[in-house]
Structures are given as C-alpha cells and as structure tokens.
C-alpha cells in the first residue's frame, strides 16, 4: 500500500518561503516521477513542478524561477522549496507519486 504525507505548508507573508515535503511509502519511490501539484479554490488542479527518476525537473510557469523541486531517494521523500512567495500562491499542495495522491497541504500567502 502505497501512501503520501505531505508537510510543511502553513501562513507567510508575500516575498516569503516555505519548504513543502512529501514522504513515501512502498518500493517504487525510486523509479517513479514525483509531482507537485495544487489547487486554489474554484480553480483546477494545476501541476506546478514535477521531477523524472534521473532527476529531470519540470515547473509549471508561474512559478519558474521561485520553486524548487528536489528528491532525496535514500529518504523517499520529495520537497519543494518555494521563494519569493506571492498571494496568488495561495492553494492546496499535492503531491503525486504514479497514480496515488498525498492528502495535501495547505499554503496562504498574505499581502
């Protein structure tokens, strides 16, 4: 059974950071492209990064420049560091592993 848990996400103030992590369960961490995604209300989901098995990365962008992606496969754990932090941030974080999803976690940026 494979499960996400998603952390770090909380309230910041504009130009701000945050760094979001996501830890795995189960076998296939490794092999996998890992994603981050999220969601603002009345808004779809929208892929804001992604990062390949051989460490190839992808952001969405409105975000390039600002977000990081990164994994540690020793730790099975995926991260995204976000800087520069605007309101317009302001949503559900998702991660995604293959076809599961992590709960989410939610990030509000103040103006």
Not at 69 to 98: F, G, H, W
């Amino acid at each position: 059974q494979v499960q996400l848990v998603e952390s770090g996400g909380g309230l910041v103030q504009a130009g701000g950071s945050l760094r979001l992590s996501c830890a795995a369960s189960g076998n296939i961490f490794s092999i996998s492209t890992l994603g981050w995604y999220r969601q603002a209300p009345g808004k779809q989901r929208e892929l804001v990064a992604d990062i390949t098995s051989g460490g190839r990365t992808n952001y969405g962008d409105s975000v390039k420049g600002r977000f990081t992606i990164s994994r540690d496969n020793a730790k099975n754990t995926v991260y995204l560091q976000m800087n520069s932090l605007k309101p317009e941030d302001t949503a559900v974080y998702y991660c995604k592993m293959a076809l599961w999803w992590g709960q989410g976690t939610q990030v509000t940026v103040s103006s």
